[in-house]
């Protein structure tokens, strides 16, 4: 049976289609205003990639902020269990799991089967999440995939006080008037979300081996402040680390 798992987070929706646990086809569009259209959007562009008709998916499920939101699923899961799952499937000795994205970052302990122990979730606060690198790109003027890299260039750790993003962004204003270089800045701002990560990771305990998912994992900047920040540098992250919810979602089917 082809399962189909549908992330539908807050800035992108994911799809996944399995068959026999093995990943056939997936694709991500932006979730839009409109979230159902957007998961027949990206479910549309899985099919043709794998070359079937909807009629093929035996079910569906979803994930995400948004998976109340999709009426043709027939279950859904939380995002904390799809994100084990999901994490498990790749790394099956993965037992603490961060998942680090737009609007939300989640710190998951989890057992050899992908079930979950324990969990925090920071969901108050746009400054432990993706939105945060957004924000302060902006106020920076570079683009967000160029902050990353752009941390790398550091030569100096400027403390960034500011817990709040609003409050940041003001720092950061500051910090150029003051001809502090963006280099130094990006870093800091790297380093002040993973302090409030690593805060919630400490939280549920950090059981090796440690795993980090969520589409903030593309950012270099990050995953390097991650690791100075934890003081450890045995974590991993899956190759396409955007994608582990929705095949959390999909496996969920089985369980």
């Not at 710190?107 to 050899?112: F, H, N, T, Y």
């Not at 939105?131 to 902050?147: G, P, W, Y």
């Amino acid at each position: 049976m082809i399962i189909a798992g549908i992330d539908v987070g807050a800035k992108t929706v994911k799809v996944v289609l399995m068959e026999d646990g093995k990943i056939r086809a997936k694709a991500m569009v932006l979730s839009g205003f409109d979230q159902t259209a957007s998961a027949n959007e990206a479910l549309e562009a899985a099919l043709k990639e794998a070359g079937l008709s909807r009629e093929a998916i035996g079910t569906f499920v979803t994930t995400g902020t948004g998976r109340k939101s999709i009426p043709f699923a027939q279950s859904d899961v939380t995002e904390v269990r799809a994100a084990a799952l999901g994490a498990v499937s790749l790394f099956p000795s993965a037992r603490t799991v961060v998942d680090v994205g737009a609007e939300e970052a989640r710190a998951i302990k989890c057992d050899p089967s992908g079930k979950v122990l324990d969990f925090a979730v920071n969901e108050k606060c746009a400054a432990g999440s993706g939105a945060f690198t957004e924000a302060m790109a902006r106020a920076l003027e570079v683009k967000l995939e160029e902050l990353g890299p752009l941390s790398l260039q550091s030569t100096q750790a400027i403390p960034m006080n500011a817990q709040c993003t609003v409050f940041a962004e003001s720092e950061v204003v500051s910090l150029i008037h003051a001809k502090t270089s963006k280099a130094d800045i990006a870093r800091a701002v790297h380093d002040g979300l993973s302090s409030r990560v690593v805060a919630m990771v400490r939280r549920v305990g950090i059981a090796p081996e440690l795993t980090l998912i969520g589409g903030v994992a593309h950012n270099l900047g990050f995953v390097d402040s991650f690791k100075r920040t934890l003081e450890r540098e045995d974590v991993r992250t899956a190759e396409e680390p955007e994608f582990v919810g929705a095949i959390g979602a999909a496996l969920a089917v089985n369980q």
